[in-house]
T-cell receptor
Framework: DGGITQSPKYLFRKEGQNVTLSCEQN?????MYWYRQDPGQGLRLIYY???????QKGDIAEGYSVSREKKESFPLTVTSAQKNPTAFYLC????????????FGPGTRLTVT | GENVEQHPSTLSVQEGDSAVIKCTYS??????FPWYKQELGKRPQLIID?????GEKKDQRIAVTLNKTAKHFSLHITETQPEDSAVYFC?????????FGTGTRLKVLA
């Protein structure tokens, strides 16, 4: 999992601003994922991508957008339309095929005031 | 819809005792069941996983059992140590998409 990086570790924004979270991996994984984690709760899937230039909505995609222009990169934009954006955001990647392991990045803690 | 129920939500054990966490899933097509450990403020770490063609898998003090008929799987930690204290998440998957349980906070008391 050391091959997945997220930046920055902490991010502060004012309400009404869009913000983009970075996720990069050098594990040659085809699949990448974005999750949101709220305090004391589990992980909820925002978006996922199985291949470059293709991605699918997860369970809570409203107010978020993604792109997958390169295999190594899967940035997440939290838009002003997301009503409760303050959370811990985790990116993951994994192989495609017979195994479905997912390996997580260190996370970005976003605070919107 | 698809969901995973995880119990208990919190678990306290004495150091050296065993801990068991159970998950129940609903999607009969699920065939991959990973367990993650997450320490405070850190990333979830994959600690063990099991596939549907296997009933039990063990890795040192950690084991996972799967009952496909009943649609439940369990994490067993033996000889618990203080460093086992963390939040543990189960998940189930039939494809690339995971459904996670809500987590169990394990406290190992010294």
């Amino acid at each position: 999992d050391g091959g997945i990086t997220q930046s920055p570790k902490y991010l502060f924004r004012k309400e009404g601003q869009n913000v983009t979270l970075s996720c990069e991996q050098n594990l040659n994984h085809d699949a990448m994922y974005w999750y949101r984690q709220d305090p004391g709760q589990g992980l909820r899937l925002i978006y996922y991508s199985q291949i470059v230039n293709d991605f699918q909505k997860g369970d809570i995609a409203e107010g978020y957008s993604v792109s997958r222009e390169k295999k190594e990169s899967f940035p997440l934009t939290v838009t002003s339309a997301q009503k409760n954006p303050t959370a811990f955001y985790l990116c993951a990647s994994g192989p495609v095929g017979s195994s479905y392991e997912q390996y997580f990045g260190p996370g970005t803690r976003l605070t919107v005031t | 819809g698809e969901n995973v129920e995880q119990h208990p939500s919190t678990l306290s054990v004495q150091e050296g005792d065993s801990a068991v966490i159970k998950c129940t899933y609903s999607d009969s097509a699920s065939n991959y069941f990973p367990w993650y450990k997450q320490e405070l403020g850190k990333r979830p770490q994959l600690i063990i996983d099991i596939r549907s063609n296997v009933g039990e898998k063990k890795d040192q003090r950690i084991a996972v059992t799967l009952n496909k008929t009943a649609k439940h799987f369990s994490l067993h930690i033996t000889e618990t140590q203080p460093e086992d204290s963390a939040v543990y998440f189960c998940a189930e998957s039939g494809t690339y998409k995971y459904i996670f349980g809500t987590g169990t906070r394990l406290k190992v008391l010294a």
